[in-house]
T-cell receptor, first 116, second 110 residues
Framework: ETGVTQTPRHLVMGMTNKKSLKCEQH?????MYWYKQSAKKPLELMFV???????ENNSVPSRFSPECPNSSHLFLHLHTLQPEDSALYLC???????????????FGSGTQLSVL | SQQGEEDPQALSIQEGENATMNCSYK?????LQWYRQNSGRGLVHLIL?????REKHSGRLRVTLDTSKKSSSLLITASRAADTASYFC??????????FGSGTRLQVQP
């Protein structure tokens, strides 16, 4: 276990559905991230939250809506998705600014999303 | 164009052989990290090398960094079937988050 838990592990949704992905970290970190991983493509950074404030948004379509109610929880709300949004969505956490010797990210196991 | 690009995209070797993966990047970095991902799972941190370091070891892992060529390599010695996974390099450029490459898929045949 990495200390970062994502639910659900798998999700199948239609293009008109609304669903949410959840991430929880038990590491005492103050920064959380959403990455998207599509087949044969680099991990794409979607959102970064530091101290519960969104500090980076990489031009993600508005059909993806993040929420960070506190430093331990992160959500990704999904609505009217497209089939090309099917991917593995990974949550990660870290300390911001990083402590020397601890600059790494801790990832959850991901949510495998299929949009039909 | 992406910051980190791994080479080769896929690698298949026999157990006991060494596996070498390369990573090239474009901008100056604070550090470079290597991660491993088992199929359909999250990434796990393996090793970090700072911009002022040239080589680092951790168990069967050896990482080198050449900042003049903007490249790094990950060597896994005496590979095992359990090393089968995808391996990613990630660069820390001082921005808020790491930038990852597309990864190298390593298959170790028993």
């Amino acid at each position: 276990e990495t200390g970062v838990t994502q639910t659900p592990r798998h999700l199948v949704m239609g293009m008109t559905n609304k669903k949410s992905l959840k991430c929880e970290q038990h590491l005492g970190h103050n920064a959380m991230y959403w990455y998207k991983q599509s087949a044969k493509k680099p991990l794409e950074l979607m959102f970064v939250y530091s101290l519960e404030e969104r500090v980076e948004n990489n031009s993600v379509p508005s059909r993806f809506s993040p929420e960070c109610p506190n430093s331990s929880h992160l959500f990704l709300h999904l609505h009217t998705l497209q089939p090309e949004d099917s991917a593995l969505y990974l949550c990660a956490s870290s300390q911001d600014p990083p402590r020397r010797g601890d600059e790494k990210l801790f990832f959850g196991s991901g949510t495998q999303l299929s949009v039909l | 164009s992406q910051q980190g690009e791994e080479d080769p995209q896929a690698l298949s070797i026999q157990e006991g052989e060494n596996a070498t993966m390369n990573c090239s990047y474009k901008t100056s970095i604070n550090n470079l990290q290597w991660y491993r991902q088992n199929s359909g799972r999250g990434l796990v941190h393996l090793i970090l090398i700072r911009s002022n370091e040239r080589e680092k070891h951790s168990g069967r892992l050896r990482v080198t960094l050449d900042t003049s060529k903007k490249s790094s390599s990950l060597l896994i010695t005496a590979s095992r079937a359990a090393d089968t996974a995808s391996y990613f390099c990630a660069t820390d450029t001082g921005r808020r988050a790491l930038t990852f490459g597309s990864g190298t898929r390593l298959q170790v045949q028993p």
